[in-house]
């Protein structure tokens, strides 16, 4: 366990000190919170997409859902952010529970189709229902995180920072271990891995209930980290770029979800010089990705193989 | 030799120095969706309020000083919107910001300029919650909540007893058709609304259930890229009813994309590009000359809003800071603009307007006589 703990502090402490020397420049903060933000929704999207082979289109739905139960419970209820951060993720936990019972039945483009309309769907839902949602007028004056009375934009980051470090955490964990190896088996053959003996939708479903409460999480972080929602932010637009994140980084890949989410929200920052042709610029730079690194800025392979010599060098079992 | 060597060198350097702190600009931003989906807004805001600036400075700037326009595009994205907010609020220079685009994004970013303290003026966003933000929401587009009420008392004193409205499923098409139908059940009237998604494309069905109430008027909150379409299906439908509109579907494209089928529409408008004024003559000659098509509404929405930040850059003084502009642009009052004389409300920041009736005759935007 120690290598592990030492790589994870390192991690933390030099994340933590970057975030201090930030804070000096509050449009770096916003940029830095932003990314976070999708390397956790990155890194959910990539545990159904990447490591268990299932594509969906509809992530952002859910994300949506996050903040939107975030936002409901605490300007309706008054709640704070310490219960509304687990709430939002525990219900759209559910609400993804509900949408995996009947779609895990379908693989590959009938399942991708599927979460696309399921995603539309809800969009269509919270910008129609006015009397719940306040609809397409959105949810303003969400309180903004308080830790111990202090408030701001650094204390917005170091949350953030916190919640994605322990997510991301938590998905690499689920990712690199008999239950990780489970997932990849069903994306090489679900057949086979049910020959194999292991339940194939109730490992699908499971999965996708928990890449949905990380994005509940993704989007409770959001809520209270604008202070303002509205439909736009959760469309089908976001879902692809969700989907390219993960692309880029590496599909199945934890660190690559991480890299390809901040390459994709800093990388349009970096190039505002650039005026009308920045997005354009952007689009080279992914097509250039995936024309030389086909498997990602930090593939699989690469992924799987720093993972087993982490936690052989740990001396935990799975490598073995 | 060498000391008068020295002494043109320190007096250069001196020169240099001190030149670049006389002509010292001052900096606004401008957040607008110069790529995306929304662009073709974002290029007009850019054409006008370039236009304007060039004008401005011209003319002597704020006391000799020219003012700088510092453009960010937002893509009408919240979250970048929101990043641009605090770009522009890190850099100290920058004394007040115009924009967002639509209201979303002009929402989110509201909240940081709220925190932080600038001036916002945007041109477009109508969102009734909008200037409620905080003290330092100003807009230059007058409200449904002006308009609604107009409208209401111009369709009753034609006489019109049931209107069915048509709103496009947004915070604005919800605020106008709401605004809209309160005033004319007010004065009596009988009205019943029906909604329709953003990229909506077919209307027929929604036509054809208008059809069967069989209204005396339908009143259209929609802009011009839904309302070409939806005019043109109702007259293959046959629809004989008188269609009214807000404000928003004065542009040019209307009858570029509907054709005939916009013939007879009636609408409201803050700007007319036959306007015989002096200033909209020049506005609108500058701008064909320019950019070569006729300005719209939106273009000189961007126009005016740039016009009123500008003039209150000149009444706060050279040195003022970003609260001595938002306090310079609460005052503002009577600006002579193209979109009509415009006066902030001290209290609420919303504009006031003076609003014309207009008819498509012809192919053409025609003001009707003032009754």
């Known amino acids: ?320 | 030799m060498k000391s008068l060597v020295r002494t043109i060198v320190a007096v250069a350097l001196g020169a240099a120095l001190v030149a670049p702190a006389a002509a010292q600009e001052i900096y606004i931003g401008y957040q607008a969706p110069l790529t995306g989906t929304q662009s073709q807004y974002g290029e007009v805001f850019r054409n006008a309020a370039t236009m304007q600036l060039e004008k401005f400075n011209a003319a002597g700037g704020v006391g000799g000083r020219k003012v700088v326009i510092v453009w960010e595009d937002s893509k009408s994205d919240p979250k970048e919107a929101v990043a641009i907010g605090r770009k522009f609020v890190d850099d100290k220079r920058i004394v007040g910001v115009l924009g967002d685009f639509a209201s979303g994004p002009s929402m989110a970013v509201g909240e940081v300029y709220a925190k932080e303290g600038m001036a916002q003026l945007s041109q477009t966003a109508s969102h009734p919650d909008y200037t409620k933000i905080s003290k330092w929401q100003f807009r230059n587009i007058t409200t449904q909540a002006q308009e609604g009420p107009y409208n209401a008392k111009w369709l009753k004193d034609l006489g019109v007893k049931n209107v069915a409205v048509l709103a496009l499923q947004n915070d604005w098409g919800l605020s106008a058709a709401e605004n809209f139908q309160k005033s004319f059940e007010q004065l009596g009237g009988k009205a019943t609304t029906e909604y329709f998604n953003p990229g909506t494309r077919d209307f027929r069905s929604i036509l054809t259930k208008v059809q069967r109430t069989n209204p005396d008027a339908v009143y259209l909150a929609m802009f011009y890229e839904e309302g070409a379409l939806l005019l043109q299906q109702a007259k293959q439908l046959g629809m004989k009813v008188p269609f009214y509109s807000t404000s928003a579907l004065y542009a040019p494209k209307l009858i570029e994309l509907g054709g005939d089928a916009v013939d007879g529409m009636k609408l409201t408008t803050t700007f007319d590009a036959n306007n015989p004024a002096a200033n909209v003559r020049a506005f609108v000659e500058d701008y064909k000359k320019r950019y070569g098509q006729e300005p719209n509404q939106f273009a000189a929405q961007g126009y005016d809003a740039t016009g009123i930040m500008l003039e209150a850059l000149k009444r706060a003084g050279p040195n003022a800071t970003r609260a001595q502009v938002r306090d310079a642009l609460a005052a503002t009052k009577d600006y002579p603009g193209v979109t009509g004389a415009t006066t902030f409300d001290p209290q609420t920041r919303e504009p006031s307007k003076t609003l014309a009736k207009m008819e498509v005759k012809g192919g053409k935007f025609v003001v009707m006589p003032q009754q």
């Open chain 1, 1 to 320: 366990m120690k290598p592990l703990a030492l790589i994870g502090t390192v991690l933390a402490v030099a994340a933590v000190t970057a975030a201090l020397l930030l804070s000096g420049s509050s449009y770096a903060v916003q940029v830095a919170i932003t990314a976070l933000i999708f390397v956790i929704l990155t890194a959910s999207l990539n545990l159904v997409t990447g490591t268990a082979g299932l594509m969906t289109l509809g992530h952002a739905a859910f994300y949506g859902v996050g903040a939107y139960a975030a936002a409901l419970l605490s300007t309706k209820l008054g709640l704070s952010f310490w219960v509304t951060l687990p709430l939002a993720g525990l219900v759209t936990a559910f609400f993804g529970f509900l949408v995996a019972l009947p779609t895990m039945r379908l693989t590959s483009i009938y399942f991708a189709v599927a979460t696309l309309a399921i995603g539309e769907m809800i969009v269509v839902a919270i910008t129609n229902w006015t009397g719940f949602t306040r609809g397409p007028m959105g949810i303003r004056g969400i309180p903004s995180i308080t830790v111990f009375g202090h408030e701001g934009l650094t204390v917005n980051l170091l949350v953030v920072l916190a919640a994605t470090l322990v997510s991301v955490w938590a998905i690499w964990r689920l990712t690199h271990s008999y239950y990780g190896n489970g997932l990849r088996a069903l994306r090489e053959d679900d057949q086979c891995a049910e020959a194999m003996g292991l339940n194939a939708v109730r490992l699908k479903i499971e999965v996708f209930t928990i890449a949905c409460f990380f994005a509940g999480i993704a989007g409770a972080l959001f809520a209270h980290t604008s202070g303002y929602i509205s439909p736009e932010s959760f469309r089908f637009g976001e879902s692809i770029l969700l989907l390219t994140m993960a692309v880029v980084g590496g599909l199945g890949s934890v660190p690559g979800s991480a890299i390809g989410a901040i390459i994709l929200i800093v990388l349009p920052e970096l190039l505002r010089g650039a005026g009308n042709v920045r997005m354009v610029a952007v689009g080279v730079v992914l097509f250039l990705c995936i024309l030389f690194l086909p498997k990602g800025l930090f593939g699989e392979v690469s992924a799987l193989a720093f993972a087993r010599n982490q936690l052989r060098r740990a001396g935990l079992g799975w490598s073995r």
